[in-house]
């Protein structure tokens, strides 16, 4: 009879959980339940405001600093803005600005083929700048830290302003103290030249007496 007994309280008991199990699914309870307002603190822009930002042009900053990519990047662009198919009213060709004279010093003969191949362009710069910096070698040595009309004198300085007014011309300039005059058909100096590019790591152009672009 006990057991018997024992026995109807544990299926009763069994039955209970199974009851109040079944009615918590059907009903939650969700007085302790806590939303953090961080959970839902996030921004959805408007139609409007997500047009105005797929007009607006997204823009990057690349610093080169005073390498040697600095250096003919900024030469570009005083030269052509950095343009590589831009001929100006001189007859000046590409990025760098070159005349035909200058390209056939270098081993370039066709000029509509170095208007067309950008790569030709870069070595051309390469070649020209390592030819002024043989030709410029001891001028370098000797005016490099010195100032010429309150301008001090850096490599890179020199190596630009022979490529605005020629090698030699940038020797009569430091040779006089820059007495000796020279400006290009817009008017830029080589001491102008010399204050703009002062300071740029040049140390990558090796001095070449014979350099030319090989095609």
């Known amino acids: 009879m006990q057991r018997s007994f024992i026995q109807i309280a544990g299926i009763v008991v069994v039955a209970f959980v199974a009851f109040t199990s079944f009615t918590s699914k059907k009903g ?9 307002d961080t959970d839902i603190c996030y921004y959805v822009p408007t139609e409007e405001e997500a047009t105005k930002k ?5 823009q990057f900053n690349l610093f080169l600093g005073k390498t040697f990519i600095g250096f003919k990047e ?4 005083k030269e052509s803005q950095g343009r590589y198919n831009i001929i100006n ?10 005349g035909k004279s200058t390209l056939q ?5 066709n000029p509509d083929l170095f208007m067309k191949d950008s790569e030709l362009q870069e070595n051309a710069f390469s070649a020209y700048a390592a030819r002024n910096k043989w030709i410029l070698r001891r001028d370098i040595k000797r005016y490099v830290g010195r100032y010429v009309n309150g301008v001090k004198v850096t490599e890179s300085g020199i190596l630009a302003a022979a490529h605005l007014a020629g090698a030699g011309n940038v020797k009569k300039y430091l040779r006089s103290g820059g007495v000796y005059a020279f400006s ?6 080589i001491g102008s030249y010399l204050k703009k590019f002062s300071g740029y790591d040049t140390s990558y152009i090796v ?5 030319k672009v090989v095609l």
């Open 105 to 109: 010093l270098i081993g370039i003969y």
């Open 74 to 77: 900024a030469l570009a662009f």
């Open 54 to 58: 797929q007009e607006t042009p997204v």
């Open 28 to 36: 939650i309870d969700l007085s302790r339940f806590k939303q953090v």
């Open 89 to 98: 009213e001189f007859g000046y060709m590409g990025k760098y600005q070159f």
């Open 184 to 189: 290009d058909a817009f008017g830029t100096t």
């Open 207 to 211: 001095p070449n007496r014979k350099a």
